[in-house]
């Protein structure tokens, strides 16, 4: 609230017509041109131009800004760790995220204690508090405030950009049971170390993953005539089948035939779809329906953990003792370590796209097809074009695909190069480039708060807008992920949408969230920057905002604000959520 | 036309899937009534399954042999043998038990089943095969728009003498200047309940997307709004200024229809609560569409997770059809799906990508009662690629009809190019 008021102050300066134009504060000419290329940097490899961020650039050269942000291990980001030590989901491993926020199983007695009314109102309330305390909604909640806490603040801004990139390249879903307690630890294991490191890690550590395993199926996906459901099925049909008087016995047997015939039934061929068109080749790269089911039948017997520490940890229940919740202590740890069982493994020979795998080649051929994979032409094209896609322009010129594709294979996959290649190539810093994409909607709440310097540690309260927004992290439910494309960001109901967001947001409507207007004005102050003028030098660096002013000033003049803390809100408010901020 | 012919359809070469889907729902009836006294709207509902739902626990091949040999876990048990049995429809075809609500509507001969039904391209893609059923182009990716939105464009204004849009913006001017009907905001007439357009959406016809209903309306005061509306006007032309205006407009014109006056009508029973809230509940059923029918687990039989899937669905068509009431005579609701899923059950109790699917068309105009389509038969050899149901009716036969018929499109040349229509493909879905 209080800075809020503060907003207003400073603001206060734009009512008065005419103060407000003050000239601008940086250098024309060819220092311009300059600027204008970092700016537009930086609108696409960070979640927003801060002013000194500008600085940086052009103080370091492009190159060099850049080779910084791909060792992000050279950047130092302490500043952060206060920040994320709040957020213990962070840093929770699977284990401890398991035993702190266990299965809805194992906390159903108690959930079903509180339904009933064999508790007095306090005791109930204090249950119910508790209970909440150990949701898995809180996962969710901590996920967000983490991603969102890291975009904002995050000196390593590129790899921010590229951790949500390539999370959305091989997205799996937070909302599908298990895979709640596993997102955490996949975004920090599988996708986090890899973003800069070779394309084939990143892909065999996703495949690998307990939450891939689990969200895409592949977990339980075994060679048919290895599922111990077939054996018992088999025995036991087998068994009844001779029971049968004669006349019947010859039709169940010719039934039986016919459904063996029916084909194999043990493997799930979810994952292996998905890891060719989505995660690898693209679809259509001349692979067929065959090589679906043999990429399946490889990976077959990739799994996790012990069942039999699964189904403990499902059959464990918490209780409620001396008025609290009370948790059962169960070793979660191995529940979803990664595993090949050899036993639920297809051994037979497998051809994939004319590639032969010879049979007996266990857990090895599944790491080589993966190889396979992600070394392909096809992959190289498919992730050049996502990246060109997502970071230039919706229909990206081929050039820029041709040259990343090459890039791609002449370095082995190598995404550190890759990247600098994209944001160093000159089809980037194309004049028919620059601001031409909408933001999406998390850009959009990010840079907002990154721009204003908000505060973001009540930031789950941003999954609400981000939802409505239509991008809410972690919680796109299809393999695809979120639209790379910007102009699918652009429909009618979510621009309202985006301009309730940013008036909510300067109003202090969203518990706990606000623009620092403090610190926003005294930095505009030292710049040299004034008024609705610096305002829009500082939110809009190397926009034309004069018609945005003219409007703004015009608006309060007609409608005047009540008071001044009003009209500086609802000028911020209106650049937030004019069409300029929209774009980048 | 053809009542489905149990004749064994012998497979001929190849077919993929298809279906597509928006839900304007909510909206409906308000706008059906306010502009009931000049002309009377027709009105088309796309509920689009996407994730490919398994169109053979919809509706249920039961007389099938095959059906049960290949589903050990999760076929239905046929009609009659208890709790959670096929709800007979015709003495070969049943509905899901958790179908129920919308058995009636069959019996009334209000609802229509076209079985084996799908796009002629093989894909086994969600992504590409819900482009290709959204754009109306099977296997043509480079099609810009979606087909709904070449309806909407080939439909034109009915206030004006069935002209089309040629110039959206001069004619919503047109309008603004003598006439409050619904036409005046071009983009009324396609509604999307999702945050992104739909692909099926996507086009030179204006169309709005409606993600929210609580929030659809610049919050706060007229002030706020009015200098919002000033900052996207000075954009004219781009995408954004053009969809901020768009939604200018709806809401302007949807301020002027007053809910409070807007009663349930029927006693229709919404799956649970107020009507505020079952408009949440259709917008959040819509939403919930995204992914949830692709069962490669576990799916169930009787129960389990299609099973809470098909009854939120089917207790929401239902809903909205009974609220509707004598107003359905205008409106045909199609449910449809990217593609079908194997006809055999596969190592998880689920099923993986198929072929062809089921589509229900429901509505006071749809000739109901019947399961419409050829039957290609679960039997082996007649399985598209060995696995899967084979495709006997393009979808764009039934769209087709249905916008030609009921929506009264003329150019069907345009709106599915390279395929047309021709009337002797058409299932007989419209009465």
């Known amino acids: 609230m209080s800075a809020l008021k503060r907003v207003t102050l400073c603001i ?127 996962i969710l909640d901590g996920l967000a405030t983490a991603r969102i806490t890291r975009a904002v603040h995050s000196e390593r801004q590129l790899q921010e950009m590229m951790t949500a990139f390539w999370f959305d390249h091989f997205n799996v879903f937070w909302g599908k049971d298990a895979t709640r307690s596993l997102v955490a630890d996949y975004e920090r294991n599988a996708i986090r170390p890899h973003v800069f490191g070779k394309f084939e890690d990143m892909v065999l550590a996703t495949a690998q993953h307990p939450a891939m395993l689990f969200y895409l199926d592949n977990f339980q996906s075994v060679a048919p005539d290895r599922s111990p459901q077939a054996r018992v099925r088999r025995d036991d049909i087998t068994r009844r089948i001779q029971r049968m008087p004669a006349q019947e016995r010859e039709r169940a047997q010719q039934r039986m035939e016919q459904q063996q015939r029916r084909g194999p039934g043990g493997f799930n061929e979810n994952y292996a779809r998905e890891l060719m068109e989505l995660h690898t080749l693209e679809v259509d790269r001349g692979y067929t329906q065959a090589d679906v089911v043999d990429v399946a039948r490889i990976l077959t017997g990739w799994t996790f953990g012990e069942r039999g520490s699964r189904i403990q940890m499902r059959q464990a229940q918490a209780s409620y003792e001396d008025g609290h919740l009370l948790l059962p202590e169960i070793d979660y ?123 973001t540690a009540n930031a789950r309260v941003l999954m609400e807008p981000l939802r409505s927004l239509g ?18 960001w652009a429909s009618s109901g979510a621009m309202l949408s985006r301009m309730n967001f940013a008036t909510s947001y300067v109003t202090g409507e969203l518990p706990g969230l606000g623009p620092d207007g403090d610190r926003l004005f005294s930095e505009i102050h030292m710049r040299g920057g004034e008024g609705l003028t610096g305002l829009t030098e500082a939110l809009l660096p190397g926009t034309d905002a004069s018609e945005l002013i003219a409007i703004i000033q015009e608006e309060l003049q007609t409608n005047p604000p009540a008071s001044q803390r009003e009209g500086g809100v609802r000028a911020l408010g209106l650049i937030l959520g004019s069409p300029e901020f929209q774009r980048h | ?223 706020v709004g009015s200098a919002f509306r000033r900052l996207y006007r000075t954009e004219a032309g781009d995408a954004v200024s053009s969809a901020a205006e768009e939604a200018f407009d709806a809401v302007r014109l949807l301020e002027t229809i007053d809910p409070s006056r807007y009663e349930v009508a029927g006693g229709a029973e919404y799956p649970s609560g107020d009507f505020g809230r079952s408009l949440r509940q259709i917008a959040q059923l819509a939403k919930a569409d995204v992914g949830g029918w692709d069962t490669h687990v576990r799916q169930g039989g009787a129960q389990g997770r299609l099973t809470g899937r098909l009854i939120q669905l089917s207790q929401g068509i239902r809903a909205l059809y009974d609220d509707l009431g004598d107003l359905m005579d205008d409106v045909v609701i199609l449910t449809m799906s990217e593609f079908g899923r194997t006809v055999a059950e596969n190592g998880s ?70 395929y047309g229509s021709d009337p002797g493909r058409y299932r007989g879905v419209l009465r």
């Open chain 1, 12 to 138: 206060s300066v734009i009512l008065i017509p005419g103060v407000a134009m003050a000239p601008p504060a940086y250098p024309q000419g060819t220092q311009s041109a300059d600027r204008a290329r970092a700016v537009h940097l930086l609108q696409r490899a960070t979640y927003g131009p801060l002013p000194q961020e500008i600085e940086g650039v052009l103080s370091a050269g492009i190159p060099d800004w850049l080779d910084r942000q791909l060792h992000p291990e050279h950047v130092d980001d302490s500043a952060l760790d206060p920040m994320l030590a709040r957020i213990p989901v962070a840093s929770m491993s699977i284990g401890e995220l398991l035993e702190r926020y266990p299965p809805s199983q194992v906390t159903r007695s108690v959930r079903e204690l509180v339904q009933s009314d064999s508790l007095g109102a306090t005791e109930q309330r204090g249950l119910r508090r508790e209970l909440r305390e150990h949701s898995s909604r809180r």
């Open chain 1, 333 to 455: 740890g191995d529940a979803y370590r990664f595993r090949f069982r050899s036993q639920l493994h297809d051994g037979a020979e497998k051809t994939v796209m004319g590639h032969v795998f010879e049979a007996g080649g266990g857990q090895g051929e599944g790491v080589e097809l993966i190889r396979l994979l992600a070394h392909h032409p096809s992959t190289a094209r498919h992730v050049a074009t996502q990246l060109a896609t997502h970071f230039v322009a919706d229909e990206p010129p081929a050039s820029l695909v041709d040259h990343l594709a090459e890039v791609f294979l002449a370095t082995d996959g190598d995404l550190r190069e890759v990247t600098r290649s994209l944001f160093t190539s000159d089809e980037f810093y194309d004049a028919t480039v620059v601001a031409n994409r909408v933001k999406s909607p998390f850009l959009l709440v990010a840079s907002t708060l990154r721009m204003t310097h908000g505060r």
């Open chain 1, 471 to 488: 991008e809410a992290p972690y919680l796109a439910e299809a393999p695809i992920g979120y639209p790379e494309t910007s102009a699918q």
């Open chain 2, 1 to 223: 036309m053809n009542d489905i012919e149990r004749r064994v359809f012998v497979k001929q070469g190849a077919l993929a899937l298809v279906a597509l889907g928006l839900p304007p729902d909510f909206l409906l009836k308000p706008l059906l009534a306010g502009t009931r006294g000049l002309a009377r709207k027709k009105t088309h509902i796309c509920r689009l399954q996407r994730g490919a739902v398994d169109g053979l626990s919809m509706v249920i091949p039961f007389g099938e042999r095959a059906y049960y040999g290949s589903r050990r876990s999760i076929a239905i048990q046929e009609p009659g043998s208890g709790d959670g049995s096929v709800l007979d429809l015709d003495g070969f075809f049943g509905l899901h038990p958790a179908l129920r609500p919308l058995q009636e509507l069959y019996g009334r001969r209000e609802m229509a089943v076209v079985h084996a039904v799908g796009s002629p391209h093989p894909t086994r893609s969600h992504f590409d095969a819900q482009d290709f059923m959204e754009t109306g182009t099977p296997g043509v990716k480079s099609t810009s728009d979606g087909w709904l939105n070449r309806v909407l464009q080939d439909t034109g204004c009915a206030d004006c003498g069935g002209r089309t849009l040629g110039n959206p913006t001069a004619h919503a001017a047109d309008h603004a200047a003598g006439q409050s009907s619904m036409a005046a905001v071009p983009a009324l007439r396609g509604i999307s309940m999702t945050s992104a357009f739909p692909r099926a959406m996507q086009g030179d016809h204006p169309a709005l997307a409606i993600p929210d209903l609580n929030n659809f309306g610049v919050r706060h005061d007229d002030q």
């Open chain 2, 349 to 418: 109790g689920g099923t993986d990508h198929g072929h062809a699917n089921c589509m229900l068309a429901l509505g006071g105009s749809v000739n109901g009662g019947r399961v419409l389509g050829d039957w290609p038969g679960l039997e082996r050899e007649r399985l598209y690629e060995g696995r899967d149901l084979a495709v006997t009716t393009d979808f764009r036969d039934v769209f087709a009809e249905v916008v030609s018929g009921h929506l009264g499109a003329e150019h069907l040349e345009r709106i599915f190019p390279e």
